[in-house]
Structure formats: structure tokens, C-alpha cells
């Protein structure tokens, strides 16, 4: 649980450092007053990185040189972390613990971190690039190696690529090898998660009540066989075919995901109100097979998500999230806040301009 938070000149937050010890958070402000900045935040200290870009310069507030990002963690164990991140146009320096870390990938220990987006609902709708991002989303969460396993093929495949395109058949013996090995392993990754998430879907959807609709998802791997050898076998049989186009036409970089409805395809066959809802539900369904994985429960980040739905799915929703450890929220100020929530500890900050007010009659 993050105890505090603050920064110095990021985005448009005004510099301080506020309390957020409770298991639920609440900012309230109208659109554009710098709630989901907060959330980013937040992700940052978690990630080192923000879920809403990859450039530095956009969190730096206008006319500054760089920014930092702070926080103190509480982990189960009772100790105190202290976070920093040090932002510069074309730099970041993160501290744990006081000490500067090489790579970012320790953070990855300390909490999971899942955020409820708007943007959410391409997963469902949008492009296998998309469904490989939400698959690799998950799998980094459980298996922080795994994101040396991607930035491997990808070096990989940018090689054999260029091969390719040189008709360099004899470097491309050697990228086949390479690239059957490692893309077996993110496959058999990929399959192993999709098999065990997509029967948490399924029971997240009867759990949630979906007036009979069964939805479900599969994992459809680009390049499928039993072990290396029958993909590198794959590969040499498609070469030729590569050679003519100049880039790799199979293996993870083109896995997708398929969601149905009744065994029909979901952007054909749902309501729009039904593809939200799914899309609520995959990040409920992640928070569920994530905590059932790692023994930890993510801290949740929900961006202005739960707007179209009807008061009561609201609830719905919220009840059926695993909680435990921290849910940060944000709400426009006519919003029901305390109908949807329920009771509980928790605090209510208002968002005015990048400037964060406590609410005096939050709990």
C-alpha cells in the first residue's frame, strides 16, 4: 500500500505530497483538471514507466527541465519503501530504497499494478496488436522474465528481417534457430496463461450475470508445432515466401486473440454496452488470475471507467473485484460516489487545476 505520493513538477500537479494511506482513494474533479495524472503517477512508481506514453518530455511540466516522482510503499511485510523517479527530456533515474537501480524491473516485485481505462475496450475491438499487449501485459506481471524474452525475439526478428531483405540465406539458418527457440518459449507462455485466464473470464462473466450470454477467449498462435525443431521446420518452409515480401509473416509478432459471444465474434454480434461491460470484466478477470499467481493482490487504478454504466453495475463491478491491498479511483463531482464504493476506509481528494484538496468529510 502506497502511503504517500507526491511530485515536482510533473504535468500540470502542483508540487506537494499528499496522504493516501487507505484502501481506497477517490479524486473528484471535472475533465481535464489532472485526475488521471495522478493515476500515471502512481503506474510510474510502480513501473518506472507511464500507461499513457513513452515521452518524457509531455510529464514535464511546461517550462521545466525535468520532474520527479515520489512515494512510500508499505509492503505486506510492514516495511517502508521510499520510490523516486527522476525524469528528464531524454533521461529517468529511479530510486528504491535510497539506492539507484539499474533496471526497472525491480520495481516489478514490489506491487502489481493493473489501471482500468477507457481505452480498454480495444482490447476486445481493436487489433491483434492490441491482444498482444494485453498478453503480455499479464504475463510480465506473473513472470517479470518474460519481458527479456519479448525484447529478445524482437532483436531477433529485426535481424532476420533485415536478412531478409538482403537475401542473406545464409544468416538466415542461424535467425531461424534463434527465433524457433525463444518464440517456442513465449508461445508456450502465451498458451499456458490464455488456458487458465480465459476459464477466469468465463467465470468472472457467469459470476457477473450476463442474462445467458456466455462469452469466452482464445489464443490463436501464429506459428504453432510440439517443440523448436517443428517450428524452425515451419520456418525454413516458409522462407521463400518471406524472401518475396522481405519480413517475417509468422510467429508471435502475429498471435491474436479471438472473443466470442455465444461462439459468435463480439464486435459482430454485442452491444456496445456489452463490449464495455467485457471490457470491465478482462481487467477483473487479470486481477483475479494475477493475485492467483503471485500471491499478491495488484493495486487497481480505475480512470473515469465506470461512467456508462447504470448505478447498479457500478456496484457490481467494485464488489467483484479481489481487494485487499489499494484501488485508486477517479470521479466527475455529480457522481454517486458513496453509492458505488459502499462503506469502508477510505479518502476523498478534490482535483482543481492540478491543485489537490482533501475532503473534509471523506473518512
Same mark, same amino acid.
Given at each position: 500500500?502506497?502511503?504517500?505520493?507526491?511530485?515536482?513538477?510533473?504535468?500540470?500537479?502542483?508540487?506537494?505530497?499528499?496522504?493516501?494511506? @487507505?484502501?481506497?482513494?477517490?479524486?473528484?474533479?471535472?475533465?481535464?483538471?489532472?485526475?488521471?495524472?495522478?493515476?500515471?503517477?502512481?503506474?510510474?512508481?510502480?513501473?518506472?514507466?507511464?500507461?499513457?506514453?513513452?515521452?518524457?518530455?509531455?510529464?514535464?511540466?511546461?517550462?521545466?527541465?525535468?520532474?520527479?516522482?515520489?512515494?512510500?510503499?508499505?509492503?505486506?511485510?510492514?516495511?517502508?519503501?521510499?520510490?523516486?523517479?527522476?525524469?528528464?527530456?531524454?533521461?529517468?533515474?529511479?530510486?528504491?530504497?535510497?539506492?539507484?537501480? @539499474?533496471?526497472?524491473?525491480?520495481?516489478?516485485?514490489?506491487?502489481?499494478?493493473?489501471?482500468?481505462?477507457?481505452?480498454?475496450?480495444?482490447?476486445?475491438?481493436?487489433?491483434?496488436?492490441?491482444?498482444?499487449?494485453?498478453?503480455?501485459?499479464?504475463?510480465?506481471?506473473?513472470?517479470?522474465?518474460?519481458?527479456?524474452?519479448l525484447r529478445t525475439y524482437n532483436r531477433i526478428l529485426t535481424s532476420r528481417n533485415e536478412a531478409l531483405k538482403e537475401a542473406r540465406e545464409d544468416l538466415l539458418e542461424v535467425y531461424d534457430d534463434q527465433l524457433a527457440d525463444i518464440a517456442h518459449q513465449i508461445t508456450v507462455k502465451r498458451e499456458r496463461m490464455m488456458d487458465a485466464f480465459s476459464s477466469i473470464l468465463r467465470s468472472t462473466c457467469e459470476e457477473f450475470g450476463f442474462s445467458g450470454?456466455?462469452?469466452?477467449?482464445?489464443?490463436?498462435?501464429?506459428?504453432?508445432?510440439?517443440?523448436?525443431?517443428?517450428?524452425?521446420?515451419?520456418?525454413?518452409?516458409?522462407?521463400?515466401?518471406?524472401?518475396?515480401?522481405?519480413?517475417?509473416?509468422?510467429?508471435?509478432?502475429?498471435?491474436?486473440?479471438?472473443?466470442?459471444?455465444?461462439?459468435?465474434?463480439?464486435?459482430?454480434?454485442?452491444?456496445?454496452?456489452?463490449?464495455?461491460?467485457?471490457?470491465?470484466?478482462?481487467?477483473?478477470?487479470?486481477?483475479?488470475?494475477?493475485?492467483?499467481?503471485?500471491?499478491?493482490?495488484?493495486?487497481?487504478?480505475?480512470?473515469?471507467?465506470?461512467?456508462?454504466?447504470?448505478?447498479?453495475?457500478?456496484?457490481?463491478?467494485?464488489?467483484?473485484?479481489?481487494?485487499?491491498?489499494?484501488?485508486?479511483?477517479?470521479?466527475?463531482?455529480?457522481?454517486?460516489?458513496?453509492?458505488?464504493?459502499?462503506?469502508?476506509?477510505?479518502?476523498?481528494?478534490?482535483?482543481?487545476?492540478?491543485?489537490?484538496?482533501?475532503?473534509?468529510?471523506?473518512?
Open positions: 500500500m502506497f502511503l504517500t505520493i507526491g511530485s515536482e513538477g510533473f504535468r500540470n500537479i502542483v508540487t506537494g505530497t499528499i496522504d493516501v494511506g @487507505a484502501p481506497v482513494v477517490v479524486f473528484v474533479g471535472e475533465n481535464g483538471q489532472g485526475k488521471t495524472n495522478i493515476l500515471e503517477l502512481v503506474y510510474l512508481l510502480c513501473y518506472g514507466v507511464s500507461f499513457r506514453t513513452r515521452q518524457n518530455t509531455v510529464l514535464i511540466t511546461r517550462g521545466r527541465s525535468s520532474c520527479r516522482i515520489h512515494g512510500e510503499f508499505r509492503t505486506e511485510e510492514g516495511y517502508i519503501l521510499p520510490i523516486l523517479v527522476e525524469i528528464g527530456p531524454t533521461s529517468k533515474e529511479i530510486f528504491l530504497n535510497e539506492k539507484k537501480i @539499474a533496471n526497472r524491473k525491480e520495481l516489478f516485485s514490489i506491487s502489481p499494478c493493473i489501471v482500468f481505462a477507457h481505452d480498454d475496450i480495444q482490447f476486445v475491438v481493436g487489433s491483434p496488436l492490441l491482444h498482444r499487449q494485453f498478453m503480455n501485459q499479464i504475463l510480465t506481471l506473473v513472470d517479470p522474465l518474460f519481458l527479456d524474452s450470454n456466455v462469452f469466452d477467449v482464445s489464443y490463436r498462435p501464429s506459428l504453432r508445432g510440439d517443440g523448436k525443431e517443428e517450428l524452425m521446420r515451419i520456418l525454413r518452409s516458409e522462407r521463400t515466401q518471406d524472401l518475396m515480401v522481405g519480413f517475417t509473416r509468422r510467429g508471435p509478432h502475429r498471435d491474436r486473440l479471438v472473443f466470442t459471444m455465444n461462439g459468435h465474434p463480439v464486435p459482430d454480434y454485442a452491444s456496445t454496452g456489452e463490449i464495455r461491460l467485457l471490457s470491465l470484466l478482462l481487467r477483473v478477470a487479470q486481477t483475479t488470475y494475477v493475485r492467483e499467481s503471485t500471491g499478491k493482490t495488484p493495486i487497481l487504478l480505475f480512470d473515469d471507467v465506470l461512467l456508462e454504466l447504470d448505478p447498479l453495475k457500478r456496484r457490481r463491478v467494485v464488489e467483484m473485484i479481489p481487494h485487499g491491498r489499494q484501488s485508486f479511483f477517479t470521479f466527475l463531482p455529480e457522481e454517486p460516489i458513496l453509492q458505488v464504493l459502499g462503506g469502508g476506509r477510505s479518502l476523498v481528494y478534490h482535483v482543481v487545476e492540478g491543485r489537490i484538496f482533501p475532503d473534509e468529510t471523506s473518512q
